[in-house]
């Protein structure tokens, strides 16, 4: 194939400038190919089009004014890039006389009446040499983009357009004060953000793809929108200024959100899904819709409020949100600090419907964790503690509707008179329902953005965010929805029954095809060769046996033996998979030392980092011993400050490993406060050289962001959305780094692939498996709440006149509320709660209905919480509050505590199972590439082999072993002593943690086959 002449290549880029609108300056202005443009703008167009555009305004301007505003605009011309691209957006401020007037450089309004001309071969002053652009478009005479073109048949060759684009920057360095972004046009078209190069340093050159055709961002009136909303300055860190400019999933997700906006603003959709994967700029995109929605309707008074669930993740938002360089957005900003704080704000939103004096326009951020109350530091709160912080903004509620009403009656005594027969005539929970709605913020012009909307937003706290907002729009997002009976994103965020289930969808394949994240090698490790166990625990029932009567017996417990019941809980609880194999010391030595051999490869001499994912916090602490011993042992003692560990510390510790770390840490940082530490050696991960090794087990597997991160060497089980989320924490990219890598010692590689291509099927617009989903659930929240109404109420009054051979022993909910709340009756709930355990226990006769009772207290309880974030559901807090007192009191005295062996027995138990336990040396299973392809080659086979019917209906109803991920564990016969139990679960965790492998071994040889 003959090589295509850049001739050619510039002959197309003008003919398709020409066809989406743009002029021929050269023709038009009669302006020949390498004329210098001296002063970067053309000033006689710019002036002529700055009177059309500001008729209005100068229709009140004299004439020796307007030659003052013009040379006050020229003047501002000469400023730095930051200010030069805020009057691009908004105009130049000139006082005239006594009055400040703006004059428009674009018109955003009608962006038609703009001059938009290109210039080919245009040239411009620089130092040593004038920069020469292929082509330059100019609007209103002003430079804003510059195209730099490439034969296409060169491999690579928009890399040297983009190498010529950066070195116009060092050259020419006040044309980039105007000019916005560069296209760079060869093999790929691809475009990048420019700023001027004043230092003339080398500067890493990021660029963009957009969508299938580089000449729809170049579309005259999406530039004019682009340049407004989608591009801006920001400081990723002190005293550092770079561009940001919206990549196309960004502003594709953007537009789509303001359309929805739009739709609430008519009455019509009230929310929207953005499910965009891991490291695509979620938070950016968050920024460009707030302020874009910020700027649209301004003159209505918006307020957005940015929302997280995490502590870290707010450090997060804030950091991000302060550094971008837009002064209508960082004016209205602020970090709510605290739940009075937020409770003001409603307030002063609800008093701003009363008097215009109020304007209300604001943007916040806030985590849901803001509505609890004297706690610092939590992930999430109890049932008890969301309860009462619902309370809280409950009773303001209520106050604001007081109020409410007394403005009413003030100033429109008919609508009052509407209102209050409204009230008269409801009783009850529909009488406090209809208060909590006119409590409520009424303006439609609220914005709330949802990050992480697949996590903590199904509580009792979102329900009443709704209450005090039920007019608001809201946006979720997540790079991993989930759809469990009790939180499913699509049902709170989306509307699955109308077959809407996202506004927007940027997954894998996406993002690793535009170069937002990367690629994923998987390797599979474990003891031993694949046919070996691997892993032998030599100990017989005889010996566990005589282990449990010696440890008696040196206690002098043998009437605590006999007493003492051990349920098969507590060896389901004690006896486990982390307990037995996964923080056994020895495989935690071996495997430490595994990662130390190989760890300078992983890292290419530590060029990038590495992340340890330890089973729990005791797995961290073992972990870092044994790492600091291998690394030392390899690299010297300078080696000892290579591993941290990063995770939550209880001020009640009780694990003795861990508290000695605690005490170490505290001594070594010369810090008492453990969050303080945390965010320090996060800090020292991301920017310094030393931690190279981050130890976790929950803590940064979500939402932790370091580009240098490279491989993660997983070694505990994460299922569903949790360990997609947790791989992403190696994909993004950073200089020279082609993939992120995963080591997995603990075999989850066929769980991960089945997983993404469930996700892929979800993400895929003409997937048939969302019929299915529809059909198996998307049970409409409406029809839960009606069903909890309707089984509360009737268990309420079935309880309330329960009798027992004709004595009264009912326990009324509403008394039990009362109790609660002021103490007032609380003995007699007692008595007759201790007089229903009995009967249960007791009276045969009774005991089958009792039964029943209980069970639908516990069904009722569950209902509840499967309501979610559903907002009537808040008018019944305190009666669920009281039916769960009721409840847990009664399973407190009906199944009283026994004697149990305690936390010291099963871990000795574990330590003697430790000795017995032998572990070969860790190996290589397999290792493979998961991209998108192959992803898309295993959903393909699966079709193949069992017909795209049958593939959606095992999807599906396998879904427990991919979403919804159960272990079962096999039941134990009850007349088996307490200590065969023990070695049969003991021999079965070992055969199934050894089949493992094997299984792994058949799934990646399964891969292989697809990609071969």
């Known amino acids: 194939m003959p090589l295509q002449s850049e001739d050619v290549v510039h002959e197309e880029i003008k003919r398709n400038l020409i066809e989406i609108g743009w002029k021929d300056g050269n023709t038009e202005l009669k302006i020949p190919e390498h004329a210098l443009i001296e002063s970067y703008y053309l000033p006689d167009v710019l002036e002529k089009k700055i009177l059309e555009i500001n008729e209005e305004e100068f229709s009140r301007v004299e004439e020796d004014e307007e030659r003052e505003v013009f040379a006050k605009i020229f003047e501002e011309l000469n400023a730095r890039e930051e200010r030069i691209l805020d009057y691009l957006k908004y105009g130049v401020k000139v006082k005239v006389g006594k009055e400040i007037k703006i004059f428009r450089l674009i018109d955003h309004e009608k962006p038609k009446r703009n001059y938009f001309f290109f210039l080919h071969e245009a040239k411009f002053k620089g130092s040593p040499d004038n920069s020469k652009p292929d082509f330059t478009l100019f609007i209103n005479g002003i430079p804003v983009v510059i195209i730099e073109a490439k034969s296409e048949s060169i491999p690579y060759s928009h890399k040297t357009a983009l190498e010529d684009i950066r070195s116009y920057e060092m050259r020419s360095p006040d044309l980039f004060r105007f000019v916005q972004f560069a296209i760079a046009y060869g093999d790929e078209k691809r475009y990048t953000p420019t700023l001027p190069n004043w230092e003339r340093k080398q500067t890493q050159s990021f660029s963009f793809n957009w969508k299938d055709d580089i000449f729809d961002l170049l579309n005259p009136e999406r530039l004019v929108e682009f340049i407004r909303y989608f591009v801006f300055f920001w400081s990723p860190e002190e005293g550092v200024k770079k561009k940001l400019v919206a990549r196309y999933n960004q502003y594709r997700a953007t537009k789509k959100a303001m359309r929805r906006i739009e739709e609430h603003m008519n009455d019509e959709k009230n929310r929207g899904l ?64 605290s739940i009075p704080e937020l409770c003001k704000i409603i307030e002063t939103l609800k008093e701003s419907e009363f008097s215009k004096n109020i304007i209300p326009r604001g943007v916040y951020l806030t985590t849901i964790q803001k509505f609890q109350r004297g706690q610092t530091d939590v992930e999430g709160l109890s049932e008890k503690e969301d309860r009462e912080a619902s309370q809280r903004i409950y009773s303001l509620l209520l106050k604001l509707a007081e109020r409410y009403l007394k403005h009413l009656e003030k100033t429109n005594p008919e609508e009052y008179r509407k209102v209050m027969n409204k009230l008269s005539s409801l009783k009850g929970k529909d009488r406090v329902k209809y208060l909590l709605e006119l409590g409520g913020v009424k303006s439609k012009s609220v914005l709330f953005l949802i990050d992480e909307a697949h996590r903590s937003h199904y509580s009792t706290l979102g329900a009443m965010r709704k209450a005090s907002f039920p007019n608001c729009v809201t946006l979720g997002f997540t790079g991993t929805p989930i759809f469990k009976y009790e939180r499913n994103t699509f049902v709170e965020f989306s509307y699955p029954d109308e077959k809407e289930y996202y506004l927007d969808v940027y997954f894998i394949e996406e993002s690793i095809k535009d170069g937002f994240t990367l690629p994923l090698a998987y390797e599979v490790v474990k003891e031993g060769d694949v046919k070996a166990e691997g892993i032998q625990i030599r100990l017989t029932e ?29 060896i389901r609880d004690n006896i486990t998979k982390a307990k037995v194999i996964l923080l056994n010391p020895e495989r935690i030595d071996k495997l430490a030392k595994y990662i130390v051999d190989r760890i300078e490869e992983d890292t290419e001499n530590f060029k990038f980092k590495a992340m340890v994912v330890a089973v729990n916090r005791l797995g961290c602490v073992r972990y870092k011993r044994a ?386």
């Open 542 to 570: 005889k010996e566990i046996a005589d282990f449990i009567k010696e440890y008696m017996k040196k206690r002098g417990k043998i009437e605590e033996l006999l007493e003492a019941k051990i349920t098969k809980k507590e």
């Open 627 to 1012: 790492l600091d011993k291998y690394l030392v042992e390899k690299f010297g003692e300078e080696a000892r400050s290579w591993s941290e560990i990063v995770m939550t510390y209880n001020y009640k510790e009780t694990e003795r490993e861990i508290l000695e770390y605690m005490e170490e840490l505290r001594e070594r940082r010369g810090n008492k406060d453990y969050n303080e530490i945390n965010k320090e050696i996060q800090d020292e991960f991301k920017n310094k050289e030393d931690p190279r090794i981050l130890i976790v087990t929950d803590m940064l597997l979500t939402g932790f962001d370091a580009p240098r991160l490279r491989v993660m060497y997983l070694d505990k089980p994460l299922y569903e959305h949790r360990l997609l989320q947790a791989i992403a924490r190696v994909n993004r990219p950073y200089e020279d780094k082609e993939y992120g890598l995963i080591v997995d010692s603990v075999g989850l590689m066929e769980h991960l692939t089945k997983t993404m291509a469930i996700y892929n099927l979800l993400a895929d617009e003409n997937s048939e498996i969302k019929r299915d989903l529809e059909l198996n659930l998307m049970k409409s929240i409406e029809q839960k709440f009606s069903e909890f109404e309707l089984k509360f109420n009737s268990l309420k009054e079935e309880l309330k006149t329960l009798k027992v051979a004709g004595e009264d022993v009912g326990i009324d909910i509403d008394a039990v509320k009362k109790a609660l709340k002021t103490g007032e009756g609380k003995e007699e709930v007692l008595s007759k709660i201790k007089m229903f355990a009995m009967l249960y226990t007791e009276s045969e006769e009774f005991s089958t209905k009792l039964v029943r009772i209980v069970n639908e207290m516990r069904g009722i309880l569950r209902l509840y919480k499967a309501l979610g974030a559903y907002t009537q559901k808040i008018v019944y807090v305190e009666d669920v509050q009281a039916l769960a007192y009721i409840y847990y009191r009664l399973r407190s005295i009906i199944s009283p505590k026994t004697a149990r062996l305690g936390k010291e027995f099963w871990d000795e138990l574990r330590s003697y199972i430790y000795e017995r336990t032998v572990v070969e040396e860790f190996r290589e299973v397999g290792r493979t590439k998961l991209e998108p392809e192959k992803i898309d080659k295993l959903v393909s086979e699966f079709a193949e082999k069992f017909g795209e019917d049958e593939l959606r209906r095992k999807i599906v109803n396998q879904l427990a072993d991919y979403f919804f991920y159960i272990r079962n564990f096999v039941k134990d016969k009850v007349h088996d002593p307490v200590y065969r139990q023990i070695a049969e679960k003991i021999e079965r965790l070992r055969i199934e943690w050894i089949l493992r492998a094997v299984n792994t071994k058949t799934f990646l040889a399964k891969l292989k086959a697809i990609e071969d």
């Open 274 to 337: 953005i499910w965009h994967w891991q490291g695509s700029g979620k938070t950016f995109t968050m920024f460009f819709i707030a302020n874009y929605f910020l700027d649209k309707y301004y003159s209505q008074n918006p307020v957005v409020f940015f929302v997280v669930d995490r502590q870290d993740l707010e450090r997060q938002h804030d950091e991000v949100l302060k550094s971008v360089h837009e002064e209508k957005f960082r004016s209205l900003y602020k970090k709510i600090e």
